[in-house]
């Protein structure tokens, strides 16, 4: 199994991001050849750097 795991930084508007990620993105990444998951991060995300991030999406792929 191969993973994919894409970090989005906090852009300027949140609400916006997520309606566009959830709606849009997210049941077109579903649709990519040999998707096993599709894991979203909840809660807050920080880098080690103390950046606060929007989310982390992790795919998980037949490899």
């Known amino acids: 199994m191969a993973q994919m795991i894409v970090i989005y930084k906090t ?12 709606d849009i993105h997210v049941p077109l990444a579903k649709k990519l050849p040999g998707l096993i998951k599709y894991q979203v991060s909840k809660g807050r995300v920080i880098a080690l750097t103390g950046e606060q991030l929007s989310l982390i999406g992790t795919l998980y792929l037949k490899a």
């Open 11 to 22: 852009p300027e508007d949140k609400e916006a991001f997520d309606k566009h990620y959830f």
